[in-house]
């Protein structure tokens, strides 16, 4: 079904000169969100006429890639951009372009107000059915090969690895995944239809299941962080990993202050001390030396006894973790 759909796309993008049909393109599936960072695009060469590709995307990287002696399928990684992404794909003979497919898709950024929500027209697809996987397994090995609990010695012998190691690849890696224990979190679905994994909007319950000892001490507190206790860690948290640490999808401040808008400017802690605010960043942060102040200097982001989520006894009790006499 999702063929036949897609089918019907190339056609109505199919530029009017060239040959329509030329080339296919497998992924991405138009119109579908990704979470992450990348995704793979798969192009066919359906026309002998077709001499390669010119792959080209959002953030303005173009690969080239030249036909193979029987070979009819290629398969390239891109970059995406925060939004909207048009990724176009150029096949071209030797009196040059045939055919141009474009598709949009959107790379959502929870930490960035105007790329938080994609417009309605985009969904939730999930890639691994029968049927797609069906045409990779003609190259790519499709199963499940690795042991519950037990690391890959080396990541590449994952056979999740050649199609999706870009997404351990930053500087802090999250243990399960850079040890490819891929299916600790995507388990294995036993009906058929969809996705065989779990897709990522049903993962929440699946952090606890390894980080307990912290949910149970957090359960101790008083109060509650709301996206805590509805388990939405990767509101916050990227499960692959991270430029930041604790692998978190950005800064601190930038994450707190996406939902907490009203934090980015205008008056906070000491709002009865006249007209001056209280930094929440660009300082130095005298509690925690060679850092500078965050929100996260004064509150706790899961769960603390002081109302307001403070990381102190008391709301008063933290002002001389900075400022003693
Ligand atoms: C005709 C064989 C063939 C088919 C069919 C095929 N691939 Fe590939 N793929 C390869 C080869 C070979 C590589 C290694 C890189 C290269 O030589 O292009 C690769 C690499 C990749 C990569 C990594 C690319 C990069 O930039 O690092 C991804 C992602 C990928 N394939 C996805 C897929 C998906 C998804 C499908 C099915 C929709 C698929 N491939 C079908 C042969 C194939
Ligand atoms: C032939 C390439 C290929 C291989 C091998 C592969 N994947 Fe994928 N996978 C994809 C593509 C393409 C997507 C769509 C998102 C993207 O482009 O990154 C995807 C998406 C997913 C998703 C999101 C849910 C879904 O169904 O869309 C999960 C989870 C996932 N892969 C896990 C795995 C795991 C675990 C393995 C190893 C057992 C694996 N993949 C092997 C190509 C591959
Ligand atoms: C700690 C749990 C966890 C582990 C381990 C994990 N994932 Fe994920 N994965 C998630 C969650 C949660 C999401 C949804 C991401 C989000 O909401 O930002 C996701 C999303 C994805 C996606 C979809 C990305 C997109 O663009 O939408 C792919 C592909 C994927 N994971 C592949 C893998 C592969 C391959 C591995 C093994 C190396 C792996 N994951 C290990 C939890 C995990
Ligand atoms: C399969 C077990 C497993 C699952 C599931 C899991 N984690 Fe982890 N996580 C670990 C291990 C192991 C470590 C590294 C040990 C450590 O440093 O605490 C870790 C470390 C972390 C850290 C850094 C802790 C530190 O002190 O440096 C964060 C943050 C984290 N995980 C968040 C998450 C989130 C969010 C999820 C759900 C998307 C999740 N984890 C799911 C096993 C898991
Ligand atoms: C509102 C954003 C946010 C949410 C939601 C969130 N975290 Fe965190 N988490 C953070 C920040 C920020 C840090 C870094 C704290 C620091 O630097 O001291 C952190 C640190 C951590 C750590 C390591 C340090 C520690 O406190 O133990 C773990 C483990 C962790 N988070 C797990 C989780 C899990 C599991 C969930 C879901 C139940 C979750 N987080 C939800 C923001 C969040
Ligand atoms: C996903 C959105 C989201 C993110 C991200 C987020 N918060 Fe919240 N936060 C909420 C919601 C929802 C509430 C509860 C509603 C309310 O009281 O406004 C809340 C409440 C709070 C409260 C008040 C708690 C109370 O008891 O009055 C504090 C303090 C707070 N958040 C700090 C932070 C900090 C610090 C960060 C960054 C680490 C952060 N938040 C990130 C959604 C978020
Ligand atoms: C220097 C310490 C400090 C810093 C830094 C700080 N806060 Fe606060 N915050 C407080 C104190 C103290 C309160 C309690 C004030 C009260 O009860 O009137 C509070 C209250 C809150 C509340 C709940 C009450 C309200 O005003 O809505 C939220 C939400 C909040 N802070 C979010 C943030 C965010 C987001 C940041 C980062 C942009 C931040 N805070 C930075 C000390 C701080
Ligand atoms: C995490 C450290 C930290 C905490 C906690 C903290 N402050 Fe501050 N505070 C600062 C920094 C940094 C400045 C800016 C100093 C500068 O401008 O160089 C500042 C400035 C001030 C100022 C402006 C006067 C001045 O020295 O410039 C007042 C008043 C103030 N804080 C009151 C409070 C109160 C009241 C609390 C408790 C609710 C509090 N602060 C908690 C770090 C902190």
């Known amino acids: 079904m999702r063929f036949t759909l897609m089918l019907s796309f190339i056609f109505s993008f199919s530029t009017l000169w060239g040959e329509v049909g030329a080339i296919k393109l497998i992924t991405p599936i138009p119109s579908t969100i990704y979470h992450e960072e990348t995704a793979s695009v798969v192009v066919t060469f359906v026309s002998p006429l077709i001499d390669g590709v010119i792959i080209s995307a959002e953030s303005n990287q173009s690969s080239k890639i030249i036909r193979q002696k029987e070979r009819n399928s290629y398969c390239k990684t891109v970059q995406l951009a925060p939004g909207e992404n048009k990724i176009t794909v150029s096949g071209f003979g030797k009196d040059g372009t045939i055919e141009n497919i474009s598709v949009l898709i959107f790379h959502d950024i929870v930490s960035e107000k105007i790329y938080k929500y994609p417009p309605e027209k985009y969904m939730e697809e999930s890639f691994h059915t029968p049927t797609n996987e069906r045409f990779c397994s003609s190259c790519h090995k499709m199963e499940v090969n690795e042991i519950p609990k037990i690391a890959f010695e080396n990541p590449a012998d994952s056979n999740c690895f050649q ?163």
């Not at 239809?193 to 699946?206: E, N, V, W, Y």
């Not at 994450?255 to 300082?283: A, L, M, Q, W, Y």
């Not at 102040?293 to 990381?311: R, Y």
């Open 163 to 325: 199609c999706h190691q870009k997404l351990t690849t930053r500087k802090y890696g999250h243990a399960p995944a850079i040890n490819w224990l891929c299916t600790s979190c995507h388990e294995i679905k036993k009906e058929l239809g969809d996705s065989k994994f779990t897709l990522p909007s049903m993962i929440g319950k699946t952090c606890l299941k390894c980080h307990d000892k912290e949910s149970q001490k957090w359960e101790t507190k008083r109060f509650h962080h709301m996206p805590v206790d509805s388990e939405k860690c990767t509101r916050c948290h990227n499960p692959h990993s991270s430029e930041n640490k604790f692998y978190l999808k950005a800064k601190p401040w930038d994450i707190c202050t996406s939902c907490h808008i009203d934090k980015r400017e205008g008056k906070h802690v000491i709002n009865t001390f006249g007209n001056k605010n209280h930094p929440t960043r660009d300082k130095p942060d005298p509690s925690r030396p060679g850092k500078e102040i965050e929100c996260i200097s004064c509150h706790n982001p899961h769960a603390s006894d002081s109302a307001s989520l403070i990381d102190a006894k008391s709301p008063m009790s933290i002002c001389i973790k900075c400022h003693k006499k």
